[in-house]
DNA sequence: AATTTTTACGCAAACGTTTGAGTTGACGTT
DNA sequence: AACGTCAACTCAAACGTTTGCGTAAAAATT
């Protein structure tokens, strides 16, 4: 399909000027003159002459573009950083192809590996919770092909990556339902391999610690699949529900996550906050109306975005090869809602 | 960045072939014998062989992905649709590019620009609110590129379109609404332009004909930004408040305006839907866990995504030009929640 | 006036494929 | 033995650019 099927050669041709000075004066060469460029690109510009990008592509080696992988576009979160990037690549000039992992590793692989093939310029990149070996990552990136990480990272491959403070939310959303009076709190989360969950985990885990509650091993559970699987999620909070004794509160470690065990719990008819409070991260613009509104731990997602694309596009153009890399961490904010209303009084 | 360098002439040397043989062993030529094109094939195989897409575009006159248009993905509508489109393309071996016109009219013109400088194979395009004027798509149409619309479609350009059935999910709500006690439905929707509008609108109106109950101008308004401008939405809101006498429930025509409209009423401490009741086209998973939770028209997005690639395609790959289109209509469906409760008993 | 330098342009190869038009040698036919 | 047929390749042009190098003519330097 070939619109506007206006070439450099018909330029030429028109113009009585060979090819090359015709390329070289739309690129505002020194060794044209000024009358023939601007003989050419008053042509070119009245032709809607526009150069073939397959052909620069090839010739000059690199596409414009950049591969994008994340769990699933359908996730308010992962929406809101796309968003970003797509953004902060356009305004660079850059498109992105966007890919869904859906958590499976096999699909990331497959999708990583189709990107490759479409000759991108460079990856964004969330790794799949059940993705535990990163080997195909860092075949690509020895041979040279741009990689930043964002979300969920790889600490085995070393490059820019953009996380929020994953820590710092867990610890303040713990902190915050302790204060409120809670005692028993649950925290349901991703695979045990993904360095968010680790480090949510951690920050959990440490607000409980610093205020002497002992942290309970059947507290703590884990979907390897990200909640994208009800079956798992509705397991996890069964048995936390059945146990002795039974949690009070929850927090939950993902946007898709909060949003199912939300559901879950409406469905099985427990009452949030009075039987259990429920404070999750989240990105959902829908946290205030939901029934009770969501105590929310926001990300940046659109920001994330941004800055990993910005970080990326600035490998993408660098003469030299990066050797110093960078770990940006962005804040998350705690909305405090009705689902972790205080116990007292 | 070239990785993998293996072009198939470096496979030519090692195999003491011409260039062309080896493209034609690859190709499964009947020119070629089986002997030389296993031995092609297995080199290829075991080296990690792909080709060049930019070369292969370049020579081919096609780029193997497609553009999409929407207003903007941090949207559950949208994003369900775009799923079911990459679901769709990715099958079929395309993969596809995504822009947001934020409903503005110059970002869409300028984003198509882009995709077709970008050499798409075809167009999947949900015009923005605000665009009224549908030539550059006509002249694309035209110049031979393969369109397809979805959502918001164009009356005035020929083509497979996909849509729901807007009248339908109106006419349902409208009537459900009116069954359950409420007589003075306001309607609020997107810019009286789009298709999408016109039709939600009729469908509204003739429910309300039928029940014999009169239609209001100053019951029915118009966001010519499709409720992404917020303050357009509540001064909507507020005139609908205002107005005498007072609605008892509203209905909302898209997705946005839908959730949107259910926050405002939130912050102006309007109970729903005790004041006024609430119905809306939305998509949003979280319907069942609102409060209260949302009576909602919902769409089959993936299947309009998935369809709508699913024609584009057949249109791309179609040997001889298409000149009779098809309509698709996809059925709504109504989930009755408690936003629209009776008001009976 | 003879020379070097500069200016402004053209030539041709290259990027990695695809493809129609040759070319070769082996074989079968008369 | 001379011919045509066929299978299995190779050649070379083409897709639309970019770019290093070559080269006229004009300008500047002797």
Redesign the pocket.
């Known amino acids: 399909m070939?619109f506007d099927?206006?070439?450099?050669?018909?330029i030429?041709r028109e113009l009585?000027?060979?090819?090359?000075?015709?390329?070289?004066?739309?690129?505002d060469?020194?060794?044209?003159?000024?009358?023939?460029?601007k003989l050419v690109m008053e042509f070119a510009q009245k032709h809607n002459?526009?150069?073939?990008p397959?052909?620069?592509s090839?010739?000059?080696?690199h596409s414009k573009s950049i591969g994008i992988v994340v769990s699933s576009i359908d996730n308010q979160f992962f929406s809101q950083v796309i968003n970003g990037m797509e953004s902060e690549a356009y305004s660079q000039g850059y498109n992105v192809i966007i890919t869904q992992s859906h958590e499976s590793y096999d699909l990331e692989v497959q999708n990583v590996g189709h990107l490759i093939h479409r000759a991108i310029d460079g990856l964004l990149i969330s790794i799949a919770t059940e993705t535990a070996d990163v080997e195909h990552l860092r075949k690509l990136q020895q041979q040279g092909l741009p990689i930043v990480f964002f979300d969920r990272v790889s600490t085995e491959i070393e490059t820019h990556k953009v996380i929020v403070d994953n820590f710092g939310g867990a610890y303040q959303a713990t902190t915050h339902l302790l204060d409120s009076g809670y005692k028993n709190i649950a925290h349901i989360t991703s695979s045990v391999t993904s360095s968010v969950t680790k480090q949510r985990l951690a920050g959990y885990i440490d607000a409980l610690v610093e205020k002497g509650i002992e942290v309970k091993e059947q507290y703590i559970k884990y979907c390897l699949h990200g909640g994208l699987n009800l079956d798992e999620l509705e397991q996890a909070v069964d048995e936390l529900m059945a146990s002795e004794p039974r949690p009070d509160a929850i927090l939950t470690a993902s946007d898709r996550i909060t949003t199912s065990t939300m559901t879950l719990l409406h469905r099985k008819n427990i009452r949030i906050p009075q039987d259990v409070a429920l404070v999750g991260f989240s990105n959902t613009v829908l946290a205030d109306v939901l029934n009770p509104s969501l105590t929310s731990v926001h990300q940046p997602a659109f920001e994330i975005g941004r800055k990993a694309t910005e970080m990326l596009l600035s490998i993408i153009n660098s003469k030299r090869p990066i050797t110093e890399f960078e770990n940006v961490i962005l804040p998350t904010e705690l909305f405090i809602r009705s689902s972790s209303a205080s116990k007292h009084k």
């Open positions: 070939n099927a206006i070439t450099i050669r018909d030429a009585h000027l060979s090819v090359s000075t015709v390329s070289k004066a739309l690129r060469s020194y060794e044209i003159s000024e009358k023939t460029k002459y526009r150069p073939n397959m052909a620069q090839l010739k000059k080696g």
